[in-house]
């Protein structure tokens, strides 16, 4: 069933909802966070800046669609430079925009999720320097970054805490997760049916229309005109 | 007349990246096969392929697990510059490979010349479909085995293995190139570059995105390669993959986005005589590589200990536009 694009509608999902209690926060703080990850990627795998560095200046806007912000990053800068705006905000130019779930992007960013399969299922947008992209993707899939572990680094003395959290934490969001699948599944279920009823009726229209037209052209000039 | 193999076939796996080598090698993968950072292979991606270190370092790797190493030098030379690729050949050979991979009969003689003891594989992008063809590599060049071109049918390829004496290998999972081999010229058409010798079949330099009424539109050079509706899956933007009118109607002329997984098929796949199973993919992540590995090489075992391997449906997602087929291999037409 064709859905809307993943900027219109993201998925219904524990980290959209976050993202909702998220939005009081200034962009100034997301930075900030976002920053000191990035500064510990770069102590941590200097190898994938290496990679980066033909780069040079190029801006890739990262938008996670179930949260309300978005980043401009420019990897191959030196030193690489990045900063936040809100999602209704317009962000600064950039050459390649790069969009999906939260999850997705971060499943892409440590190597567990295969880039040209989220593009085929579409769960991965990209739009602009489609070379640019794959070089972004192919030096990150080379890496073994461990997001999580780099966050609770960035948290300094609260990562002890947050540690601790983190386990029953996971399993609470990913519980919520499939049952906030399962009520969207219900809820938007009826639609479904109904709209795969209807591409059935007009894939066989397609086919109908598409036999006319063969028909047609297989006709002699003369006979279609007369 | 030779006789047939019974043996369960290698598994080749693609490493795009270091990583990706790892994992293929951890997933059970009997060979990997890898190319330079350059020109010389036909995956000459941005941020792909190994420089000398890395190249080192994972024959290191693969041979500390028992598994074999092939390099890729599969596109051909321009016209009085082979450099790039006979130093290519050289450091495969002083690096530690196991097989190289060739298509170019100038590289072919240089190997056998000057690397008489390193194995030489006949790349598909030699595109050698026959047993006349398939005798002239091994007997002019020694080649050990060839790599068969996408097209022909298990009955061909059974065919052909009662003709020669050669090794042979046959993809088993992933993109599939429904052409020629070696001889496309499609994406030199549109970009004016092309994997026989460039390295690349549709440039990422070339390829555009953009959502226009919501629908992404995919863009090759000057041509728009295809329109796809919001929760369409997608595929590679390719000419051969694109969607076109003629006749007046729209479709995919060439190739529809699908990928090859012939897992089903395995015993069959053994059955013809082909000494090695290739997955392709060097351009895919290392997520891939694990997922796909690892599942030939389960029902392979399981195929050893004479069981039946079945699909899962696990490597469904990972498949160019979320389609599966077993392409040539059971094809009733010519």
Request: net charge positive; hydrophobic share 35%; proline share 0%.
């Given at each position: 069933m064709p859905m809307a694009s993943l900027e219109e509608t993201p998925p219904l999902s524990p980290v959209l909802l976050l993202g909702m209690a998220a939005r009081p926060l200034p962009p100034a703080v997301v930075e900030a966070v976002l920053r000191q990850a990035l500064r510990r990627v770069q102590a941590g795998h200097p190898e994938v800046f290496a990679r980066l560095r033909p780069l040079g200046d190029t801006a890739f806007l990262i938008d996670p669609v179930d949260v309300p912000f978005k980043a401009v990053v420019r990897p191959g800068a030196q030193p690489p430079a990045l900063c936040v705006v809100r999602d209704d905000q317009p962000a600064p130019a950039a050459a390649v925009v790069i969009s999906g779930a939260l999850a997705t992007l971060t499943d892409l960013l440590q190597g567990r999720a295969d880039g040209d399969a989220l593009f085929f299922s579409r769960d991965l947008a990209i739009e602009g320097d489609t070379e640019a992209a794959l070089t972004l993707r192919n030096a990150l899939d080379g890496a073994d970054i461990d997001v999580f572990e780099i966050m609770l680094a960035v948290l300094g003395p609260l990562a002890g805490p947050a540690r601790r959290l983190a386990r029953p934490g996971r399993t609470l969001l990913r519980g919520l997760r499939d049952d906030m699948g399962r009520v969207q599944a219900a809820l938007t279920a009826p639609l479904a049916r109904r709209c795969a009823a209807q591409a059935a009726e007009l894939a066989a229209l397609e086919d109908q229309v598409g036999e006319l037209r063969r028909r047609l052209h297989q006709r002699p000039a003369r006979t279609r005109s007369g | 007349m030779p006789a047939m193999h019974t043996e369960i076939p290698e598994l080749i796996c693609p490493a795009g990246t270091p990583a990706a080598l790892r994992a293929a090698v951890e997933a059970g993968a009997d060979a990997v096969y890898l190319g330079f950072r350059d020109a010389t292979n036909a995956r000459n991606f941005p941020g792909l392929n190994f420089d000398e270190g890395e190249f080192r370092e994972g024959v290191d790797v693969a041979h500390a697990r028992g598994c074999k190493v092939f390099v890729a030098i599969n596109t051909f030379p321009p016209a009085g510059r082979p450099g790039p690729w006979h130093d290519a050949v050289d450091l495969a050979a002083k690096g530690g490979a196991d097989a190289v991979i060739l298509a170019d009969v100038g590289m072919l003689d240089y190997a056998a010349t000057r690397h008489p003891t390193l194995r030489r594989h006949l790349s598909?992008?030699?595109?050698?479909?026959?047993a006349e063809a398939i005798r002239f590599y091994q007997e002019a060049f020694g080649v050990a085995r060839v790599v068969l071109p996408r097209v022909l049918t298990l009955a061909e390829i059974a065919a052909l293995n009662r003709q020669v004496t050669v090794e042979t290998e046959i993809f088993a999972f992933g993109g599939l190139c429904v052409m020629a081999e070696g001889r496309c010229a499609l994406s030199s058409y549109a970009t004016g570059q092309s994997p026989n010798t460039n390295g690349v079949c549709s440039p990422a330099s070339h390829v555009r995105y953009e959502r226009r009424d919501g629908k992404q539109i995919s863009r090759l050079g000057a041509f728009t390669i295809d329109k796809i509706a919001d929760g369409t899956p997608a595929g590679y933007p390719t000419l051969c993959k694109g969607r076109f009118v003629a006749g007046g109607c729209s479709g995919h002329l060439f190739e529809e986005p699908t990928s090859l997984d012939a897992i089903g098929l395995l015993p069959k796949l053994a059955a013809t005589g082909a000494r090695a199973l290739k997955i392709e993919?060097?351009?895919?992540g290392r997520a891939y590589v694990t997922r796909v590995v690892g599942a030939y090489r389960k029902a392979l075992d399981a195929l050893a200990r004479g069981e039946t391997p079945v699909s899962d449906?696990?490597?469904?997602?990972?498949t160019e536009g979320q389609r599966q087929t077993t392409g040539a291999y059971l094809k009733s037409w010519q």
């Open positions: - | 598909v992008q030699a595109s050698a479909s026959n993919g060097r351009q895919r449906g696990t490597l469904d997602a990972l």
